[in-house]
Structures are given as C-alpha cells and as structure tokens.
C-alpha cells in the first residue's frame, strides 16, 4: 500500500513540473537483464542513468514472456485484464482491442511510429499507428527517419538479439554482454539526436530477463527489468519499491500533456 501511494505522488509530482513534451521515444530491449547495465557493457545507457532516473527493480508479468510483457506495458493492464496471455500472433488474426501507448500519443497530438524486432509484436499496431514495420535490423535506422521530420513526435521502438545471446550462451555470458554492447552503440546516435529536438522523453526498459539458458518460466531472475528515464527537465525522482511493467502506461502518459480536441 506505501509502495503504490508513494508511486501515485511521483505520477502527482510530475504532471505539476510537466511542460509540454514534444519528443517521446521508448526503447525496449528485448530480454535484458537489469544486472548487465554497467558503465563498461552499456556507456551510453549508463549516461542516461546518471542524468536521469532509474530502477534497477523493475518486474514483469507471469508469464514473462515476449508478446505477454508487451502487451502489459503498452495498455497498463495485466494479462488477465487485456485478456491476452499466450505468447502467439500472425498476421491476419486479431489485434489488440485496447487502449495503448500509442493510442494515448495520439490523442496528446503526435505522429506515431512502432517498429518491432519480433513478428508477433505486430499485434500491438492499431489505427493510432501513422508508422510501423517489422525492423528486425533497422528498427534504430527507421525511428531516426523519423524523428528528422518536424512536429510532435512519439516512437516505440523494440530491439532484439540478447534474447537469442542468452539462450546461446547464457544470460549475463560474455556473449550477452558483447551484444548489449552492440545495441548500447547502435542507440547513442539516436539517443543523441532525439535531446535535441527540444522538450523530449527518453525511456529505456524491457519485457524480461533471464536465467542461465531459460527464459519465460517463473524463476526470480525470469521477472527482472531495469527502467531509466531521462527528459531535457529534470524529472521527480521514482518512488522507492519495484516498478511493475504495467506502471509505464502511467507514467509516460502522465507526461504527454492534455488530449487535443
């Protein structure tokens, strides 16, 4: 009960210092561990922590599985409340029913682009979406196209690799630790040039971790996420306690502004 009223004065906190935000994006990297950010693997995420706010902290949903988690960050509910709790989805078959994160951009005046890693996180698109692909390799690529148009504008970007690092050779392996590498440098120049679009929203999460060669069972490790945040203002610090994947609809949307009519 602390843990969620101390949550709910932070979402307080910043709706009262929020200016209008006029670039968000949101980066999740699939499957990684909160316990490989460091200074030496990941510099340029190690950067944003320290000039912003974070969790080291962070849990998803049972179970903590790809499409699952993505689907509890994007709407904020849980699996039993979204209603999806299998991990599949092909084109041509239902696609998600509720309310997003990027229906809620939308709403607040963005254009809106979701590029994806994954097939199966093509359920998340909607007609809210102005712009999405299936980026396996370019998804960095497409979202800096993107953000070098002018006007508010609000990407979701997920990127994959560790997952396919930590069944290989283990999550936390020197391998893993190789490819987070590779996506820490990958990310800097976008990083870098969405902070100087002006009044911006930077987050960096993700869906799950691992342990050993496993994934996506109900071992500790399984559960864990980091969340860093970082804004061209300085931002309330988080609440103390863990941060459920669910909490990020919240958070970002705390921050989007009113809805445009």
């Known amino acids: 009960m602390k843990i969620g009223f101390l949550f709910f004065c932070w979402l307080l906190a910043a709706s009262a210092l929020?200016?209008?935000?006029?670039?968000?994006?949101?980066?999740?990297?699939?499957?990684?561990?909160?316990?490989?950010?460091?200074?030496?693997?990941?510099p340029t995420l190690h950067r944003l922590m320290r000039s912003g706010r974070y969790t080291l902290q962070?849990?998803?949903?049972?179970?903590?599985?790809?499409l699952i988690a993505h689907t509890a960050m994007m709407t904020?509910?849980?699996?039993?409340?979204?209603?999806?709790?299998?991990?599949?989805?092909k084109p041509g078959l239902p696609q998600v029913a509720r309310e997003t994160l990027l229906d809620v951009a939308k709403q607040r005046?963005?254009?809106?682009?979701?590029?994806?890693?994954?097939?199966?996180?093509?359920?998340?698109?909607s007609a809210a979406v102005d712009e999405h692909a299936l980026a396996r390799d370019d998804g960095v690529d497409r979202?800096?196209?993107?953000?070098?148009?002018?006007?508010?504008?609000?990407?979701?970007?997920?990127?994959?690799?560790?997952?396919?690092?930590?069944?290989?050779?283990?999550?936390?392996?020197?391998?893993?630790?190789?490819?987070?590498?590779?996506?820490?440098?990958?990310?800097?120049?976008?990083?870098?040039?969405?902070?100087k679009r002006g009044s911006y929203l930077l987050v960096v999460t993700s869906d799950h971790a691992g342990h050993e060669r496993q994934h996506g069972t109900n071992h500790p490790e399984d559960f864990k996420l980091p969340l860093i945040m970082a804004a061209e203002q300085a931002l309330p610090a988080l609440a103390p306690g863990v941060f459920r994947i669910t909490d990020l609809k919240r958070l970002v949307q705390n921050r989007l502004g009113a809805a445009k009519r």
Request: glycine share 8%.
């Open 18 to 42: 929020a200016r209008e935000v006029e670039t968000v994006l949101i980066v999740s990297i699939d499957a990684l561990h909160p316990a490989a950010l460091s200074e030496q693997a990941s």
């Open 109 to 125: 005046g963005f254009q809106t682009a979701y590029f994806y890693a994954k097939p199966k996180l093509g359920y998340l698109i």
């Open 76 to 89: 904020g509910l849980t699996p039993a409340q979204s209603g999806k709790q299998d991990n599949d989805w």
């Open 143 to 195: 979202a800096r196209t993107f953000f070098s148009r002018a006007g508010r504008r609000f990407v979701f970007l997920h990127i994959s690799g560790l997952e396919d690092a930590g069944t290989d050779a283990g999550w936390l392996s020197a391998d893993y630790a190789e490819e987070l590498t590779h996506i820490d440098r990958t990310l800097a120049p976008l990083l870098d040039e969405v902070a």
């Open 58 to 66: 962070g849990q998803s949903v049972t179970p903590p599985q790809t």
